[in-house]
T-cell receptor, first 114, second 116 residues
Framework: DGGITQSPKYLFRKEGQNVTLSCEQN?????MYWYRQDPGQGLRLIYY???????QKGDIAEGYSVSREKKESFPLTVTSAQKNPTAFYLC?????????????FGDGTRLSIL | GENVEQHPSTLSVQEGDSAVIKCTYS??????FPWYKQELGKRPQLIID?????GEKKDQRIAVTLNKTAKHFSLHITETQPEDSAVYFC???????????????FGQGTTLQVKP
């Protein structure tokens, strides 16, 4: 799954600060996703995008924002409104949504509060 | 919407024994069921998947079975090895146009420990 690159690997956020996590894919996939993973829990969907310039909220979108200006890129911003941002964030992509295709994951970004 | 329950949350087996992880789903329209393996601090990796038109799929030591009537599917690992130790996640997806619009809904994960 080397086609999905997340950066940075580790990120620290100060109180009241917005931070942006990068996700780039060169797999020519239409659909991209952001998940949050907390210890002992499964993957929870934050936002997803089926096509450029379009995205939808997932199950836990509050305090997060995204953009999809290019097919290859789907950055996630963790805003100051997200009061508990400490987690492991995973980006994924698939050829197209809803067509029984597996999602391929990046290596993740671990976000912590300073 | 879809809900996926996964059991057990932890599983410890002796090397060479078999391990079975079970998942149930709620949406009868779900038609795609992947399994992911995640080693500590790393990305989830697809290990096997099954679609609703088959009841069983096998890949070397790993197999998945699907019971659409009961809405459950299981991962079977035979001849377990220490390198099988990881967290395993099941997931279910419904076709586009259904209430879940093709999203993957993940189970809570099972931590498998294979003791040498």
């Amino acid at each position: 799954d080397g086609g999905i690159t997340q950066s940075p690997k580790y990120l620290f956020r100060k109180e009241g600060q917005n931070v942006t996590l990068s996700c780039e894919q060169n797999l020519n996939h239409d659909a991209m996703y952001w998940y949050r993973q907390d210890p002992g829990q499964g993957l929870r969907l934050i936002y997803y995008s089926q096509i450029v310039n379009d995205f939808q909220k997932g199950d836990i979108a509050e305090g997060y924002s995204v953009s999809r200006e290019k097919k290859e890129s789907f950055p996630l911003t963790v805003t100051s409104a997200q009061k508990n941002p400490t987690a492991f964030y995973l980006c994924a992509s698939s050829p197209a949504q809803g067509q029984d295709q597996p999602q391929h994951f990046g290596d993740g970004t671990r976000l912590s509060i300073l | 919407g879809e809900n996926v329950e996964q059991h057990p949350s932890t599983l410890s087996v002796q090397e060479g024994d078999s391990a079975v992880i079970k998942c149930t789903y709620s949406d009868s329209a779900s038609n795609y069921f992947p399994w992911y393996k995640q080693e500590l601090g790393k990305r989830p990796q697809l290990i096997i998947d099954i679609r609703s038109n088959v009841g069983e799929k096998k890949d070397q030591r790993i197999a998945v079975t699907l019971n659409k009537t009961a809405k459950h599917f299981s991962l079977h690992i035979t001849e377990t090895q220490p390198e099988d130790s990881a967290v395993y996640f099941c997931a279910a997806s419904s076709p586009a146009g259904s209430s879940n619009t093709g999203k993957l809904i993940f189970g809570q994960g099972t931590t498998l420990q294979v003791k040498p």
